[in-house]
Each structure stands twice: as C-alpha cells, then as structure tokens.
T-cell receptor, first 115, second 112 residues
C-alpha cells in the first residue's frame, strides 16, 4: 500500500514551458487535492476533485489546470510556467463526506523551479 | 485573509520538556481541527484531530485542547523527543466539506 505518490520529485522549467504533475493514490479515496507550499505561506489549495470526472477551484487556481480521468489519479498542469510558480507542490486525498472524516493524506511533494 | 493563524513561527525546547504550539482561527463555522507534522523533503502527515464537540483529545504524548469561545487551540507534546523536531501545521474545516484551511506552520526544534 503506497498511499499517495507524486511524479516527478523534482523539476526545473524555463519560463513559458509546460508540464504535468501526476498524483496517484491507492486508498480508494474519493477526494483529491493539489496544494502549493511557499516559504512563510503554509499550504494553499490550488484545485481539488470530489470524484472521478469532477474538478473545482481552490484558493489559488490561476495558471493551473487539473484533470481527474481516473479515480486514483489527479493531474496538475502548468500550460505556461512562470517564476511565481516556483514552489513545492503537494497532492493529498481523503474519503468522501459520507465517511465523516476530513483527514487528508499527503504525498511526498514535487519541488518545481521555474527559471 | 488567513483564517487559521499560527504565531511564533519557531520553538526550541529541551528533550523531555513540554512543547506547546498555539493556533487561532477566525471562522466560527469551523468545527473540526487537525494538526499535521512535516519533516523536510516529506509531505505532511496527520498527527491528531479534535471535533468541536470536545475540548480535549489525547493520543499518547500528544494532546490537543480546544477553546471554542476564544477560537483557539493548542497542541501539547509531552515529553518532547528529538524525533519531534519538525514543522507543525494547524488546520481547520467545516465538517463535511472536506476542505482544510491551513496555518503557516510552526518549526519545533527539540534539543537533546
């Protein structure tokens, strides 16, 4: 049981390049999330998904797109990377509301640098 | 607008002593609170939680206290161990909407 995994672990991009971050979970969780963590800012929600085929905007969605084609995967895309998107990105997942817990389980993170 | 606030960004404590981390929130609708622990180069891991119907929850060396009237919660670690050196995030949610609001985190250093 790997929990939540993220690919890649590190990436360096040039301004304007695009990339996709992959998140996978094997806990059969309905909900999945993408956060970014910046120094002194805590964790900020980018986008989230409440189930396969659904996505919704979080606190800081601009410049990012997401897709949830399979229940176990949640992809985060940067179409045209900017230096302001240099950050550590965390994926998380949790059970659905009906299971009455808001505990989220996090992946190890992807460190992205945009030059 | 920061709905969950963690002041005093860093804390140093001797091994064996108590570590106390504080967290304040502004949204009176929050009814579920969590603490996460994060080591460098790893993702946050769930530590302990408390529902608003309680004022205390204990799990081994970790205890969380909730004061709803003051919109304040705290995490006590007793006794502190070197392995507790990490960043601790306070988080809150309105139960059932599965979205967490996080504080900025507190760095704890336990000195052997």
């Amino acid at each position: 049981n790997a929990g939540v995994t993220q690919t890649p672990k590190f990436r360096v991009l040039k301004t304007g390049q695009s990339m996709t971050l992959l998140c996978a979970q094997d806990m059969n969780h309905e909900y999945m999330y993408w956060y970014r963590q910046d120094p002194g800012m805590g964790l900020r929600l980018i986008h989230y998904s409440v189930g396969e085929g659904t996505t919704a905007k979080g606190e800081v969605p601009d410049g990012y797109n997401v897709s949830r084609l399979k229940k176990q995967n949640f992809l985060l895309g940067l179409e045209s990377a900017a230096p302001s998107q240099t950050s550590v990105y965390f994926c998380a997942s949790s059970y659905a509301i009906q299971q009455a817990t808001d505990t989220q389980y996090f992946g190890p993170g992807t460190r992205l640098t945009v030059l | 607008d920061q709905q969950v606030k963690q002041n005093s960004p860093s804390l140093s404590v001797q091994e064996g002593r108590i570590s106390i981390l504080n967290c304040d929130y502004t949204n009176s609708m929050f009814d579920y609170f969590l603490w996460y622990k994060k080591y460098p180069a790893e993702g946050p891991t769930f530590l302990i939680s408390i529902s608003s119907i309680k004022d205390k929850n204990e799990d081994g060396r970790f205890t969380v206290f909730l004061n709803k009237s003051a919109k304040h919660l705290s995490l006590h670690i007793v006794p502190s161990q070197p392995g507790d050196s990490a960043v601790y995030f306070c988080a809150a949610s309105v139960r059932g909407n599965n979205r967490l609001a996080f504080g900025k985190g507190n760095q704890v250093v336990v000195i052997p």
